[in-house]
């Protein structure tokens, strides 16, 4: 199955930029931050459940995995950088374990290497089977108005808030609800042996405020780099300050 995408020309030789959303977002919000890096081609893509990509489904991380490998090969991509955001970070440390070949290094913001606990793994998972119940039967509005009042989106404010419930809103229920229960932090192995171990580039970005995310990023033994006046979503933000750490990883 190939996942919706759209894709933008750069220079020959220059290895593709391939980004990856977080949960309920879609490709085209990392344009802000891939548009300043145009000199290398640039796939934004959809994950499964999500805008073009609403109508297909995953059981699993490999599922997943196996859309998207399918989705570079459609496209030629042969020389790559995975860039992804929180639910699309965990995708890209994945993939990036599991598809070597071509890669030129994974850029992950935000993004958890996995829990290392049963009793943490059984917890996340009835949480997260309450919110896809919540999902698939109430107004995507009222659920996206609780679900930034977590704490990883302490930062945001009331402003913001109501200006991601706006955009959310249009997605499917059903399609979120069943991507959140295949990608869940739960059923997710922890990367950390794989990514030591891991043959590539592999650098952690947060936003300066995401004291959660800054504390799991130290413990990757990664290069980590600080995005200044920015909190989870710190590519949303402040889009120039993430594209800076990007053409700096990148060499420009």
């Known amino acids: ?39 290398h081609p640039r796939l934004y893509i959809d994950l499964p ?14 599922e997943v995995c196996s859309q998207l490998h399918a989705t570079l090969v459609s496209y030629n991509i042969l020389k790559y950088w995975l860039v992804g955001y ?11 374990c599991q598809y070597p ?30 919110w896809a119940q919540r999902f698939r039967h109430e107004p995507l509005a009222d659920v996206f108005n609780d679900w930034y009042r977590q704490p990883v989106f302490a930062g945001l404010s009331a402003k913001q808030r109501r200006e991601l419930v706006a955009i959310r809103r249009d997605n499917s229920g059903a399609a979120l609800a069943a991507m959140l229960e295949a990608t869940s932090l739960a059923v997710q ?47 949303r933000e402040n889009p120039g300050g993430t594209a800076a750490s990007l053409a700096h990883i990148l060499r420009y």
């Open 189 to 235: 192995p922890d990367l950390r042996p794989a990514l030591r171990q891991g043959n590539f580039p592999f650098y952690y970005l947060c936003g300066e405020h995401d004291h959660k995310f800054r504390a799991l990023g130290a413990e990757l033994a990664a290069s980590c780099l600080l995005i200044n006046d920015a909190g989870h979503n710190a590519h």
């Open 101 to 130: 070949a071509g890669l030129q290094g994974a850029i992950v913001e935000g993004g958890h290497p996995g829990l290392t606990s049963a009793a943490a793994r059984e917890a996340r998972w009835l949480s997260d089977a309450r």
């Open 86 to 96: 929180s639910l699309g970070g965990r995708i890209a440390m994945y993939y990036a």
């Open 49 to 62: 459940g999500h805008g073009g990509s609403s109508a297909v489904y995953a059981r699993d991380f490999n």
């Open 1 to 39: 199955m190939i996942l919706h995408a759209v894709a933008k020309a750069g220079e020959a030789g220059l290895p593709w930029l391939v980004f990856l959303h977080g949960f309920s977002g879609r490709g085209e919000e990392w344009t802000a931050v891939g548009e300043r890096l145009s000199r």
